[in-house]
C-alpha cells in the first residue's frame, strides 16, 4: 500500500497533501484524468484514495492503475516530489487542485479539468471572467496589431487576456492585456519551469510579474507536440469566450474554437482578405456560426457588455452580466474630441501628420486614439494609419 510518507521525510501536513496530488497526477502508469476524478468522487482526498486497500482502488479502475498508485514511488518520483515541493515555497509560485477554493471556476464546468494547476504569478486572475485571444504563429503584420489591440481593450475592461504563449498571436495578445488591469494569463504546454519557445523568455518573465502563467504538466515537462492540443482545453475552459485573430485552415486555434463550442464558450473571429491564407480559417468558423468581428465593441457585446465609466481594474464585475460596467473610455474623455476627429477628416493619416495638425504630443495622441478607437470613431488601417469612421 502506497503511503504518501514515501514521497518526502518530514512533510508537514501541506506538503504531504501536494504530493499526494501530484502522485494521483502523474504516477506513471496511473489511472489519467477521467480515472482519477472517479477515484476521488469515491474516496475524497488523495491521501484517502492513496491509503484504500487495492480490492477498493479496483472497483473503481482497472488493476494495473491501482497497482500503479499503489506501488513505492521510484527515484525519480521521488525527486520530482522533493524539487516540486521546494519550487512552491518561493514566492508566486502555487499548487491549485480541484480541492482548493483558489482553483479557476470557469474550468470546473468543463468536461475535462486538469487535476491540477502549477501556477506562477497572479492565481487571482483566473478567478474572473476572461477571454482567449489565439491565432496564428506565422500571423501577418496587420493580425499582430488587431491582437494586440483587442487584447489591449479586453485588458482595459478588467477580463484578463488568456492565451498560449506561443510566437505570433499568442505573443501579441499576452502583450496587449499587459497594458490594462486585467492583464494576462498564459496557459503553457511544458513544465512551468521551462521556458518555451526561448525568444519569449522575456515576455514569460513579464507574465509571471504582473500576470499569471498556469501549466498542468510537472516541473521538467519538455516541449512534446502532444501537450500543446491538449493544454488548448484550459485556454478556451477558463475563458467565457475565444476571439480567432488569423487562423489557417489547418491550424491549432481551429481546435481550440471546436474546444470552446464544445464547453459552451462564445467563438468570435476577426474576418480577413479572401486571397489570405491565414484569413481561410478564421471565415470558414463564421460559415460554421462563429460571431464575425470588426471591432472591440462587438465582442463586448457579445458577451453582454457595455462601454461605461471606470478605470477597469474591477476584473470581478467586468462582463459578469447585462449593465455591467466594462471600464472602457468613450469619446467624451478625449480632451476635445470634435477638434480631433475635424483634424483628421476622413482620409488615412499617420500619427505624424496628426501630431502636427492637433499640436499633441505623440504619447497622448496615441491614448486619445485609442480612446476614439474603442468608442468606434476611429479606426487603425493596416500599415499604421488612421481614419476617422463616418
Known amino acids: 500500500m502506497a503511503n504518501t510518507e514515501n514521497f518526502i521525510t518530514g512533510a508537514g501536513a501541506g506538503r504531504t497533501s501536494a504530493a499526494a496530488w501530484m502522485h494521483l497526477a502523474h504516477a506513471r502508469g496511473g489511472p489519467g484524468r477521467a480515472g482519477a476524478r472517479a477515484l476521488l468522487a469515491r474516496f475524497g482526498l488523495p491521501e484517502s484514495i492513496l491509503g484504500a486497500s487495492r480490492a477498493a482502488l479496483c472497483e473503481v479502475v482497472a488493476p494495473h492503475h491501482a497497482d500503479a498508485l499503489l506501488a513505492p514511488p521510484d527515484a525519480d518520483a521521488r525527486a520530482l516530489a522533493g524539487r516540486t515541493l521546494a519550487w512552491l515555497e518561493a514566492p508566486g509560485h502555487h499548487l491549485l487542485t480541484l480541492a482548493d477554493e483558489a482553483y479557476p471556476q470557469a474550468l ?7 487535476l491540477l494547476l502549477y ?7 483566473l ?8 491565432g496564428s504563429r506565422n500571423a501577418s503584420r496587420q493580425g499582430l496589431q488587431h491582437a494586440e489591440q483587442f487584447s489591449e481593450g479586453l485588458s482595459q475592461a478588467g477580463m484578463p487576456v488568456v492565451s498560449g ?3 505570433g498571436i499568442d505573443s501579441a495578445a499576452h502583450t496587449g492585456g499587459l497594458r490594462g488591469a486585467g492583464a494576462t494569463v498564459a496557459v503553457i504546454g511544458t513544465g512551468i519551469d ?7 523568455r522575456e515576455l514569460a518573465g513579464r507574465i509571471a510579474r504582473e500576470g499569471c502563467i498556469v501549466s498542468e504538466y510537472p516541473l521538467g515537462m519538455p516541449p512534446l507536440a502532444m501537450n500543446f492540443p491538449r493544454r488548448n482545453r484550459i485556454i478556451s475552459g477558463m475563458s467565457r469566450a475565444v476571439l480567432v485573430v488569423e487562423a489557417a485552415l489547418r491550424s491549432g486555434s481551429l481546435i481550440t474554437a471546436r474546444v470552446a463550442a464544445d464547453q459552451g464558450r462564445d467563438v468570435l473571429a476577426i474576418p480577413g482578405s479572401i486571397h489570405s491564407p491565414l484569413s481561410k480559417g478564421c ?10 468581428v470588426e471591432s472591440l465593441q462587438d465582442v463586448l457585446e457579445e458577451l453582454d457588455c457595455r462601454v461605461g465609466s471606470g478605470d477597469g481594474r474591477d476584473g470581478g464585475n467586468a462582463g459578469s452580466g447585462k449593465g455591467a460596467q466594462a471600464g472602457l473610455f468613450d469619446a467624451a474623455t478625449v480632451t476635445d474630441a470634435g477638434s480631433l476627429l475635424h ?33 468606434g470613431s476611429v ?3 493596416p500599415g499604421g494609419d488612421y481614419r476617422r469612421i463616418a
Open 108 to 114: 470546473l464546468t468543463v468536461a475535462d479539468p486538469p
Open 119 to 125: 501556477a506562477l504569478g497572479r492565481p487571482a486572475l
Open 127 to 134: 478567478q474572473g471572467p476572461a477571454v482567449a485571444v489565439v
Open 165 to 167: 504563449l506561443a510566437l
Open 194 to 200: 521551462i521556458a518555451y519557445p526561448a525568444r519569449n
Open 283 to 292: 471565415h470558414a468558423l463564421i460559415k460554421q456560426g462563429a460571431k464575425l
Open 343 to 375: 483634424g483628421m477628416g476622413y482620409d488615412p493619416v499617420t500619427l505624424d501628420q496628426l501630431a502636427l495638425r492637433s499640436g499633441r504630443g505623440a504619447a497622448l495622441l496615441q491614448q486619445e486614439l485609442l480612446m476614439l478607437e474603442l468608442d
Open 379 to 381: 479606426e487603425l488601417l
